[in-house]
């Protein structure tokens, strides 16, 4: 392989085909592919929107000449035959979370400004989806005009369930044999090795107490994030309780006072710097007197478990040389059938296990009048950041940025933890000159650079190339 000439040829290609692929990526944002089982049917098992997306992301991979499959509904994958079957995969998504609020641009179109693409997928993951499948479109132009095949098949993976349970994946290896490497272009530059074990877990008091001193508890949006915003409706006179920072205290008639906690909220496998807002809730109630000996254990539980994040208060703390601390927060605090029902979300290292975390969490339920049981274990996942695979990554990473690349572990998971062999590398890069108007993935006006994207093409094609030869 003459690289100076690769290098030259992939300058030319990304020039001649960037308007398609900005196009193709418009085409793929403009549909709303959020999960939706509600609307469920066979063949769509993620809902009519997610599969629209599927479908349009399917026809884009055929056009670009690739081998199309689709797997039922729940994924499907585009190949570019090789001399031998076994086959080296990226695999990107073409779900996408729910657009929220907050958006300045149109979130279900990309919008160009200044050298940036906004839009809800651009970043995460349709924007970096369209760039798997241009990079197999080189390829497959090359193959065309030589007849000479790949060594082995380029099979580009098209997610459809990324952002909930990635249970897309689990249909995909139960239908086909692992790939020898996978990469997924949905993470950060320079490239992740590592990912902590995710775990969630649900407490849930015995008996019903809602209704006595607490009407109601509701916090927080998702299991995953730590609680923002916590609201209680309490038996009080809402003139005659204390003020205190970041509570708001309203009467709501019939002798009841509804008290919000407002916190600061972040990714649960990021909690540094936030501040959750159910034990801002909790030590208000509890210090104001509002708590009855019912609800008491569960309201003093969620305060113990909000004291830190790292799982000292509950006894779960732990940490290894790769992955660094174990993380625990707590997510939503709901009213359910008379019972309060809190969730936690742990991302832990090798030196514990979901076992061991139940174990202890289920301890303290017991002594706080609760019941409690796992929701999601996924082990830690890690690939050695020396193998060849990775470090054909990491130099050709340097090679076009001039920047030391080096492989980190993350406490987020994504589809790389899924496979045996993988790695989750980039497109996405921190930029202090990035204009404030560009938002980040999963938040109102969702961006990226251009410039970053047309990069990451070539990165990824020479990658390839690369990875070709080992």
Request: glycine letters at 10%; a negative charge.
């Amino acid at each position: 392989m003459d690289e100076q000439q690769l290098k030259a040829d992939v300058d030319a290609f990304v020039d001649e085909v960037w308007e398609d692929v900005v196009a193709d990526i418009r085409t793929l944002v403009k549909i709303e592919s959020v999960e939706d089982l509600e609307h469920a049917e066979p063949g769509k098992p993620w809902g009519p929107a997610a599969n629209d997306a599927l479908v349009a992301a399917e026809k884009i991979a055929s056009r670009l000449g690739l081998e199309v499959t689709d797997l039922d509904g729940y994924i499907g994958y585009g190949d570019l035959p090789g001399v031998s079957e076994d086959h080296i995969a990226t695999i990107a998504h073409t779900d996408i979370v729910p657009l929220g609020l907050g958006w300045t641009f149109p979130a279900l179109d990309v919008t160009r400004k200044d050298g940036y693409l906004i839009g809800r997928g651009v970043l995460d993951d349709k924007g970096p989806f369209v760039l798997s499948l241009y990079a197999a479109h080189f390829f497959a132009r090359q193959v065309e005009a030589t007849g000479r095949k790949l060594p082995y098949t380029l099979r580009c993976i098209i997610g459809n369930n990324e952002e909930t349970a990635m249970a897309d994946v689990k249909h995909y290896l139960k239908c086909c044999p692992e790939p020898l490497f996978c990469f997924s272009p949905d993470a950060d530059f320079p490239l992740i090795c590592g990912e902590k074990g995710v775990y969630q877990g649900e407490f849930r008091t015995a008996e019903p107490v809602a209704g006595g001193s607490i009407v109601e508890l509701d916090g927080g949006t998702v299991a995953n994030a730590v609680c923002g915003l916590a609201t209680a409706v309490v038996r009080a006179d809402a003139s005659a309780l204390p003020a205190a920072d970041n509570i708001e205290v309203e009467a709501v008639g019939n002798g009841l006072a509804r008290i919000t906690a407002h916190g600061k909220g972040g990714h649960a496998s990021l909690p540094a710097g936030t501040v959750n807002a159910i034990g801002l809730l909790a030590r208000y109630l509890l210090g104001a007197g509002l708590v009855d000996d019912a609800a008491r254990p569960f309201i003093e539980l969620q305060a113990l478990l909000t004291e830190d994040t790292d799982g000292t208060s509950s006894g779960i703390a732990a940490h290894d040389e790769k992955f660094g601390p174990l993380t625990c927060v707590e997510g939503t605090a709901r009213t359910v059938d008379g019972h309060f029902v809190q969730t936690i979300d742990s991302r832990y290292p090798t030196t514990t296990t979901g076992e061991a975390i139940t174990a202890r969490m289920s301890e303290i339920a017991a002594a706080h009048g609760c019941a409690f049981r796992a929701l999601e274990d996924k082990v830690p996942f890690y690939i050695d950041p020396e193998c060849d695979q990775i470090r054909c990554l990491l130099d050709t990473y340097g090679e076009y940025t001039g920047k030391k690349a080096e492989a980190f572990c993350i406490g987020g998971g994504t589809y790389a933890r899924k496979f045996k062999r993988a790695a989750a590398f980039g497109p996405h890069e921190e930029n202090p000159d990035e204009p404030a108007w560009v938002g980040m993935e999963h938040g109102p006006d969702e961006g990226v650079s251009e410039a970053d994207l047309k990069r990451a093409l070539k990165i990824y094609i020479v990658s390839i190339a690369r990875l070709m030869e080992l």
